[in-house]
């Protein structure tokens, strides 16, 4: 058989949980970061839209660093979006 295509045996009793680094939540939901490219940029002279996965805490929405594709983006201030 070849080696890439095992499947792993791993028991989830083996691995190491990820937490939120704000409040320690252990659960993450799915979101998207869409990031536009300019037709001056693109192979193709087209404005295109990329979708960039990623994961947010169902609890407190943080980003972990590990799962921000571009870390450029600052994180999101929600005390200042309910003033």
């Given at each position: 058989m070849?080696?890439?295509?095992q499947a792993l045996n791993i028991s989830p009793n083996d691995t190491?949980?990820?937490?939120?680094?704000?409040?320690?939540?252990?659960?993450?939901?799915p979101i998207v970061f869409l990031?536009?490219?300019s037709r001056?940029?693109?192979p193709d002279?087209?404005?295109h839209?990329?979708?960039?996965?990623?994961?947010e805490c169902t609890k407190c929405q943080n980003v972990n660093k590990e799962?921000?594709?571009?870390?450029?983006?600052?994180?999101?201030?929600t005390e200042n979006e309910k003033n």
């Open positions: 070849n080696e890439n295509n190491t949980a990820i937490t939120c680094n704000e409040c320690g939540n252990e659960s993450f939901r990031r536009k490219i001056f940029l693109s002279g087209q404005e839209i990329i979708p960039l996965d990623s994961m799962f921000n594709p571009i870390p450029s983006i600052p994180k999101k201030d």
